[in-house]
């Protein structure tokens, strides 16, 4: 058994790494019990991020095919989810095996193939429904604005906006009957499914990644320099760290506080050089730093392998209403 990554792929790494351990499991190279090696070994490894690996485990445990023990270790389930027996499962083994070679014969890529299946028998976009909307909820309405015009712009489709604390009330009202799914980022997806699930509803989580004027700014300070991460709460500002970690920005100090934290970001801007704030915050904060710190904003942009998904299933899904 060999962990491999295709950087050059478009899919995530971490979606990669998820769908390979499955694999694994599902073709016995893993077995109830056995042990994955930790996220700082597998991510030395395979040279990414520790927290990429970390994020695929957590998924899987969640899933019920891994268990994450507190100082022993990651090992597959002992309880698995119902899985068919050996036979069956080499068959469904070559049925994929002859499905890939078939694609390759049509001229397209096991990628393309997997965009296919995931979105038909994952999402359910395989039969088209006049009517509906896209949504995209996030917890700010700068970000709302931004994403929905870049996710509008790319799909060519009208897409709404929803704050997160709203979903819930707006799903009994006004959105009930013609919303299927909402788009959001990563860092909100687990909140959007415990609120959309129960309505039958979809949720597609696309990634945020840091644009790259942002990355360039950042990689021109001098090596050293103590950047400050600001955004509206603790939690923002450390997912805004660990992006910029996974890029392999190592060239500055960084450290983050949250606006909700008065005390720690008072003595952040106090210690630090320069400070790299969230669109939703940066005003503030412009007003709030002491003179001679630079203040740079941090800009978002949806990753395009997460809009590739998408466009290639909402705009056929959605094709009825270009046309009234």
Known sequence: MEFRI???????????????????????????GDRLPSPKDLAAVLCINRNTVTAAYKELEGEGLIEMKHGQGTYVAERLPLIPGTERRQELLTLAQE?????????????????????????????PAAGEKVLFV????????????????EIELPVEGCLLDELRARL????????????????????VKQI???????????????????????????????????????????????????TGMDNVILCHAGLNNEGSLRRLLGEVD???SSRAVVDRIRAMVPPG??????????????ISLIKQYLAPHFAALQHQ
Do not use: W
């Open 6 to 32: 295709n950087k050059a792929s478009e899919f995530p790494i971490y979606q990669q790494l998820k769908e390979q351990i499955k694999y694994f499991i599902l073709s016995d190279e893993l077995a109830r």
């Open 172 to 191: 009994d009202n006004e959105l009930a009957g013609t919303v299927q799914f909402a788009v959001t980022t990563f860092s909100h997806v687990e909140a």
């Open 99 to 127: 499905m890939i070679q078939r694609s390759r014969e049509l001229g397209f890529s096991p990628e393309d193939l997997f965009t296919v299946v995931f979105g038909q028998a994952i999402l359910g976009f395989d039969q």
């Open 138 to 153: 996030e917890c700010n309405q700068h970000d709302i604005a931004y994403y929905s015009q870049e996710l509008e712009q």
């Open 293 to 306: 710190i630079r203040v740079l904003e941090f800009i978002n942009a949806l990753d395009q392998a997460g």
């Open 196 to 246: 959309m699930e129960p309505y039958g509803k979809a949720v597609i989580a696309v990634m945020a990644v840091p644009q790259i004027k942002t990355l360039f700014q950042i990689g021109q300070l001098p090596p050293g320099t103590r950047v400050g991460l600001v955004c509206a709460t603790e939690a923002g500002a450390e997912r805004m760290e660990a992006s910029l970690k996974s």
């Open 274 to 276: 320069v400070v790299v």
